[in-house]
């Protein structure tokens, strides 16, 4: 069954969900003004770039380079290019959940300019991101540097925005533990991910690769949201989206891509739920007192606690605290007061004896985590 909807059909979607999942046939800004307000979690946008290309451009062997002159880039002028961005810009915001975030990316033709209009509409700067190309065209005809970047703008819908998905933790991890960078090291899309026409020509100038929708996607929503594509092409959000978990909402006039979007994204087998699992967040852990310890008997009143070198024992008392002769107060405290420090953090400072090893009670806070998500330990 199809999952295109044409304009007119959508006056009636507001009032249910079976807006998700499908590929809006017409307009951007009709079709987002069409759609329910604040239903978005995350917006991917790859408006035209308008490249304001003066004829055609050819390699120095004389072969014509495959570049983008479609219609759909063309533009009479700077005044018209802004006004369709501020357009679209207003109506995605309208769309967009109060803690939903959006992403647009862009070239040196048009970022700044769509850059300025998202701040003069509210929305509120979080990253400018550079796609670095491993494999960017050449610059044929040796005027200028080559152009092996492109820059993305991540915002929240305003400055007093809260609790926007950003997945830290797993960012981190996936980059070897080290924070995620804004310079991301990509491809262009090639080989077999680059859809073709019957005759072997690219079917849309601009497709991205997926890889770079993937960290975008995953870096900034959660299984289930809703991810939202005004400029949706040949489908590479939708397709990205579906993989991981998410909802997808595409906007596209163009038949050709629809039909090649459509037919792509019912080929996507989305991944499981264990490997779609988040990483859970440090913040978003249930705090555990180390009274709880004591209260479900993971420590028993008695124990004796080390540093890890057993410079210093401390006894555990029923109520929660520690005692080192009559000097008594929280892991926290008394490790701190040991040592002479201002503060200390006693879950890694303090450590009980297993097997004649010592091991931190931090050990035993995870485990009560666990039992906290019924999940056994």
Same mark, same amino acid.
């Given at each position: 069954?199809?999952?295109?909807?044409?304009? %007119?059909?959508? *006056? *009636?979607?507001?009032?249910?969900?079976?807006?998700?999942?499908?590929?809006?046939?017409?307009?951007?800004?009709?079709?987002?003004?069409?759609?329910?307000?604040?239903?978005?979690?995350? &917006?991917?946008?790859?408006?035209?770039?308008?490249?304001?290309? %003066?004829?055609?451009?050819?390699?120095? /062997?004389?072969?014509?380079? /495959?570049?983008? /002159?479609?219609?759909?880039?063309?533009?009479?002028?700077?005044?018209?290019?802004?006004?369709?961005?501020?357009?679209?810009?207003?109506?995605?915001?309208?769309?967009?959940?109060?803690?939903?975030? &959006?992403?647009?990316?862009?070239?040196?033709?048009?970022?700044?300019?769509?850059?300025?209009?998202?701040?003069?509409?509210?929305?509120?700067?979080?990253?400018?991101?550079?796609?670095?190309?491993?494999?960017?065209?050449?610059?044929?005809?040796?005027?200028?540097?080559?152009?092996?970047? %492109?820059?993305?703008?991540?915002?929240?819908?305003?400055? *007093?925005? +809260?609790?926007?998905?950003?997945?830290?933790?797993?960012?981190?991890?996936?980059?070897?533990?080290?924070?995620?960078?804004?310079?991301?090291?990509?491809?262009?899309?090639?080989?077999?991910?680059?859809?073709?026409?019957?005759?072997? *020509? +690219?079917?849309?100038?601009?497709?991205?690769?997926?890889?770079?929708?993937?960290?975008?996607?995953?870096?900034?929503?959660?299984?289930?949201?809703?991810?939202?594509?005004?400029?949706?092409?040949?489908?590479?959000?939708?397709?990205?989206? +579906?993989?991981?978990?998410?909802?997808?909402?595409?906007?596209?006039?163009?038949? /050709?891509?629809?039909?090649?979007?459509?037919?792509? &994204?019912?080929?996507? %087998?989305?991944?499981?739920?264990?490997?779609?699992?988040?990483?859970?967040?440090?913040?978003?852990?249930?705090?555990?007192?180390?009274?709880?310890?004591?209260?479900?008997?993971?420590?028993?009143?008695?124990?004796?606690?080390?540093?890890?070198?057993?410079?210093?024992?401390?006894?555990?008392?029923?109520?929660?605290?520690?005692?080192?002769?009559?000097?008594?107060?929280?892991?926290?405290?008394?490790?701190?007061?040991?040592?002479?420090?201002?503060?200390?953090?006693?879950?890694?400072?303090?450590?009980?004896?297993?097997?004649?090893?010592?091991?931190?009670?931090?050990?035993?806070?995870?485990?009560?985590?666990?039992?906290?998500?019924?999940?056994?330990?």
């Amino acid at each position: 069954m199809s999952a295109l909807r044409p304009l %007119e059909e959508l *006056s *009636s979607l507001a009032a249910r969900p079976d807006w998700l999942d499908t590929i809006l046939r017409g307009d951007c800004v009709a079709a987002l003004e069409r759609l329910p307000e604040k239903s978005v979690d995350l &917006i991917f946008a790859d408006p035209p770039y308008n490249l304001q290309l %003066e004829g055609a451009l050819h390699r120095p /062997d004389q072969s014509l380079v /495959d570049a983008v /002159d479609d219609e759909w880039d063309q533009f009479e002028s700077f005044a018209a290019y802004d006004a369709f961005t501020r357009a679209w810009l207003l109506a995605a915001r309208r769309v967009l959940k109060p803690n939903g975030t &959006i992403w647009v990316i862009g070239s040196y033709h048009n970022i700044f300019r769509v850059g300025a209009i998202m701040q003069d509409l509210g929305f509120w700067m979080l990253n400018d991101i550079v796609w670095r190309k491993t494999n960017p065209m050449p610059n044929f005809r040796g005027r200028r540097f080559q152009n092996a970047h %492109e820059t993305m703008i991540w915002a929240s819908r305003d400055r *007093s925005a +809260k609790g926007y998905t950003f997945n830290y933790e797993a960012m981190k991890a996936a980059n070897d533990d080290l924070q995620m960078r804004s310079d991301w090291l990509f491809p262009l899309c090639t080989g077999k991910e680059r859809l073709k026409k019957s005759d072997g *020509s +690219k079917l849309h100038p601009t497709q991205k690769p997926e890889a770079l929708l993937a960290r975008v996607i995953l870096s900034s929503s959660r299984p289930g949201d809703v991810v939202l594509d005004p400029f949706f092409g040949s489908g590479t959000t939708g397709a990205v989206a +579906k993989r991981l978990g998410r909802h997808y909402v595409g906007i596209e006039r163009d038949p /050709d891509y629809i039909a090649a979007a459509e037919a792509r &994204i019912a080929a996507v %087998e989305p991944l499981g739920e264990a490997a779609l699992a988040p990483m859970a967040a440090k913040r978003d852990e249930p705090r555990v007192a180390f009274v709880s310890l004591v209260d479900s008997g993971l420590v028993k009143p008695g124990t004796q606690l080390f540093d890890r070198k057993k410079r210093w024992a401390a006894s555990v008392r029923a109520d929660g605290t520690i005692a080192i002769g009559h000097d008594t107060g929280s892991i926290h405290r008394l490790g701190a007061r040991v040592q002479g420090l201002d503060a200390c953090n006693g879950w890694t400072f303090w450590h009980f004896e297993d097997g004649g090893a010592l091991r931190p009670i931090d050990e035993l806070r995870k485990t009560a985590r666990l039992a906290m998500a019924g999940v056994g330990a």
